[in-house]
């Protein structure tokens, strides 16, 4: 790069700048700034670009010409995402081709690797754009720059050292088999899958709920005295609430309520069920913020499924909405696979509850989203199909930056006019929700469910590790049956 064409500019010149909804084509900005081991001023060069397959991220580059200190980070751009991210990459002997695969690691972001026992803490690396190979590589020579000083300080430590060295390198070439695990309560890392849109065999991707630790580790105000809020506790209802006496919310203002949050296919779904005889209002913590907010709760009952509860959370203070879905009774002994063959626009119409342990699946595009991805929802088969394109056009990208070949770009074009072909009807289609726990339905266009011959359900056994998966093998409740028994009253004879 030409350093005479690079212009010097001042930080709040590239604040602003990044700051801005830029699309691709942004420029490059160069910024003085002080290099921290010789004291000298350097230039730090800021780039704000997308990935292919992610999200925008803004690159920093600083050199020293004084002393020729080098450093790179890769910061992002965007908002902390709602969930945090989990990322499994199987890397089998001999798989060359996995080492070269995109690794995009935040600066929250922790690696692990199971079979070594090895963990690289969010501390130990900060955000960095590279791949499988090279992430290894560069823990190994972190671990490998003091060995000579262990060596004679402490030579039994850097024995242990090289021993596991030699692991850690048999990895990095492919030689062994491992886990290439990437945990980021952010949500901001990402492995690159080759074979996108379709499910990679080698990649599994969880999103999660974080934790209170998890929330203040990422800068969030966890603690209510913090918020300004100190005396208002979780388990003391705001002045709002109680000046709406018990049961004084009917169904009425229970469907204008609901109706204010960020997701009108509830109200306009599930109220042509049964309206709720009661809409509860309670306080609760706001998932953006973590300042005091309001939730509204219902439950009701929908023909051929099951009872539901609906919440609705708003935040004054920072404006999130958010609206959940959630099953209500017992966890069924089953898993259910659902089938819905596609053929006219009345089948678009269909409502469809999809839980937030739901798979979906198309066949037709041999598309498959694992449980999870696109969270639960209220929704159309329609609204459905509309929410996997902008899914996958906010996560993948229909959009590309100049470091994408020009065949993959040609693959999703191709994938993207398909994906919008279903929506025409110009073919027939198939629909496919899996759900682990049965908690997932599409709505028959019939009277009787039995009559409608395009709409299928299939009860499944779980396997073990899906029990496990959800938490289902360590349910121990012989305890709360044993307190449940002597409390019954005794039968006279």
């Keep these: 790069m030409d350093n005479g064409n690079d212009q010097q500019i001042d930080v709040g010149s590239v604040v602003e700048a990044v700051s801005a909804d830029h699309s691709f084509g942004a420029p490059l900005y160069v910024v003085e700034s002080m290099c921290m081991r010789c004291g000298e001023n350097g230039t730090t060069r800021f780039l704000l670009t997308l990935i292919p397959h992610f999200r925008k991220v803004l690159i920093s580059a600083f050199e020293c010409p004084h002393c020729g200190e080098?450093?790179?980070?890769?910061?992002?751009?965007?908002?902390?995402?709602?969930?945090?991210?989990?990322?499994?990459?199987?890397?089998?002997?001999?798989?060359?081709?996995?080492?070269?695969?995109?690794?995009?690691?935040?600066?929250?972001?922790?690696?692990?690797?199971?079979?070594?026992?090895?963990?690289?803490?969010?501390?130990?690396?900060?955000?960095?754009?590279?791949?499988?190979?090279?992430?290894?590589?560069?823990?190994?020579?972190?671990?490998?720059?003091?060995?000579?000083?262990?060596?004679?300080?402490?030579p039994k430590t850097a024995e242990a050292i090289d021993q596991f060295l030699s692991k850690l390198r048999a990895c990095a070439k492919a030689e062994t088999s491992f886990t290439f695990i990437l945990d980021d309560p952010?949500?901001?890392?990402?492995?690159?899958?080759?074979?996108?849109?379709?499910?990679?065999?080698?990649?599994?991707?969880?999103?999660?709920?974080?934790?209170?630790?998890?929330?203040?580790?990422?800068?969030?105000?966890?603690?209510?005295?913090?918020?300004?809020?100190?005396?208002?506790?979780?388990?003391?209802?705001?002045?709002?609430?109680?000046?709406?006496?018990?049961?004084?919310?009917?169904?009425?203002?229970?469907?204008?309520?609901?109706?204010?949050?960020?997701?009108?296919?509830?109200?306009?779904?599930?109220?042509?069920?049964?309206?709720?005889?009661?809409?509860?209002?309670?306080?609760?913590?706001?998932?953006?913020?973590?300042?005091?907010?309001?939730?509204?709760?219902?439950?009701?009952?929908?023909?051929?499924?099951?009872?539901?509860?609906?919440?609705?959370s708003t935040c004054d203070d920072c404006g999130y909405r958010n609206s959940e879905l959630k099953p209500g009774g017992a966890i069924p002994e089953k898993g259910k696979k659902i089938t819905l063959s596609v053929k006219n626009i009345t089948d678009l119409s269909r409502d469809v509850i999809k839980s937030d342990t739901a798979g979906v699946k198309i066949p037709e595009l041999d598309l498959e989203l694992?449980?999870?991805?696109?969270?639960?929802?209220?929704?159309?088969?329609?609204?459905?199909?509309t929410q996997i394109r902008e899914s996958l056009a906010r996560v993948h990208g229909f959009t590309f930056g100049d470091s994408l070949e020009q065949s993959k770009i040609n693959k999703w074009k191709e994938f993207g006019s398909r994906l919008t072909k279903l929506l025409s009807l110009e073919q027939e289609w198939t629909l496919i929700l899996d759900d682990e726990l049965a908690n997932s339905f599409i709505s028959p266009v019939t009277d009787d469910i039995k009559d409608d011959h395009q709409l299928t359900f299939e009860e499944y056994e779980r396997s073990w590790e899906q029990n496990e998966e959800l938490g289902l093998n360590d349910i121990d409740t012989s305890s709360a049956d044993a307190a449940y028994e002597s409390t019954e009253p005794t039968k006279l004879p």
Excluded: W
């Design 70 to 154: 080098r450093n790179n980070e890769v910061q992002f751009a965007g908002e902390i995402q709602p969930r945090g991210c989990s990322y499994h990459l199987e890397v089998s002997a001999g798989d060359v081709k996995t080492f070269d695969r995109q690794v995009v690691k935040s600066e929250s972001a922790t690696i692990k690797i199971p079979e070594l026992d090895f963990e690289i803490p969010p501390e130990a690396q900060s955000g960095s754009l590279s791949t499988v190979e090279g992430i290894l590589s560069r823990a190994a020579d972190e671990l490998s720059a003091l060995q000579e000083e262990r060596r004679k300080v402490d």
């Design 186 to 312: 952010a949500g901001n890392s990402f492995i690159e899958n080759p074979h996108a849109p379709s499910l990679d065999p080698s990649l599994t991707i969880k999103f999660y709920e974080r934790t209170p630790e998890q929330q203040a580790t990422l800068g969030y105000l966890t603690n209510p005295s913090q918020t300004g809020q100190s005396e208002r506790s979780l388990g003391t209802p705001s002045t709002q609430t109680t000046a709406l006496p018990h049961g004084t919310i009917g169904a009425t203002a229970g469907h204008r309520a609901i109706a204010q949050s960020n997701s009108t296919d509830i109200s306009d779904n599930l109220f042509r069920y049964s309206a709720p005889e009661e809409v509860m209002t309670f306080p609760s913590t706001c998932g953006a913020c973590t300042k005091l907010c309001e939730t509204r709760m219902f439950v009701t009952k929908i023909p051929y499924f099951q009872e539901v509860i609906v919440m609705a």
């Design 370 to 385: 694992a449980g999870g991805t696109l969270g639960g929802m209220v929704t159309t088969v329609e609204g459905l199909v």
